[in-house]
């Protein structure tokens, strides 16, 4: 079936510092889709992605859509206490019926 | 909100009994999915449905089985849980965004099979 490598598995930053994560499949995906989840609770959509080549912003939040349609990054900068949680890349093959195929989430942890 | 509530939201329950947890929405979406969360595991997907009564299996749907009679309704049935279910599960729905469509996650429901 079908994988994402999602990179990197932790992240130990201090507050303000900027964050990179990424995503890469072995097949293509037509949609991209970026949650967070925190500790109790059920993932939250961040930042979902359509188009080849589109890079998206909510508020500190960036995310490309690879122009190969394999890979997916989401950048968060000058990140702050409430950012801390486990972030997943998704994507979606678009049939509706498969559902969606996770990363296995990047954890970010902020450092006082 | 995403107008999907999951019950129970916290179950304890013991080995080879019967458990079902539902998922309501309030939206009328036609695609609904039951997704177990297990560390090291992610997200993985039980079943889905496309529609009253049409359901499908997914990667991980052994030991599992599902129903729906409404549209607002989706149910998940352990006929015999066993500990290896023990686990966090989440419905979801897929919803048109206009520009494309996406799916949102429930709450959760967390199962302790003891």
């Known amino acids: 079936g079908q994988q994402l490598n999602q990179s990197p598995q932790s992240m130990f930053i201090q507050e303000g510092e900027d964050v990179s994560m990424n995503c890469t499949s072995s097949?293509?995906?037509?949609?991209w889709l970026w949650y967070k989840q925190d500790p109790g609770e059920g993932p939250v959509l961040l930042i979902a992605l359509y188009k080849a080549g589109e890079l998206t912003s909510n508020g500190r939040l960036t995310a490309q859509f690879g122009i190969t349609r394999k890979d997916s990054f989401l950048n968060i900068s000058a990140s702050i206490p409430s950012d801390v949680g486990i972030y997943f890349c998704a994507g979606d093959s678009g049939g509706g019926a498969d559902g969606l195929t996770f990363g296995k989430g990047t954890h970010l942890i902020i450092q006082p | 909100d995403a107008g999907i509530t999951q019950s129970p939201r916290h179950k304890v329950t013991e080995t080879g009994t019967p458990v079902t947890l539902r998922c309501h929405q309030t939206?009328?979406?036609?695609?609904m999915y039951w997704y177990r969360q297990d560390p090291g595991h992610g997200l993985r997907l039980i079943h889905y449905s496309y529609g009253v009564k049409d359901t499908d299996k997914g990667e991980v749907s052994d030991g599992y089985s599902v129903s729906r009679s409404k549209t607002e309704d989706f149910l998940l049935t352990l006929e015999s849980a066993t500990s290896s279910q023990t686990s966090v599960y989440f419905c979801?729905?897929?919803?048109?965004?206009?520009?494309?469509?996406?799916?949102?996650f429930g709450e959760g429901s967390w199962l302790t099979v003891v």
């Open positions: 939206e009328n979406h036609r695609y």
């Open positions: 979801a729905i897929r919803r048109d965004r206009g520009s494309g469509n996406t799916i949102y």
């Open positions: 097949s293509i995906f037509n949609t």
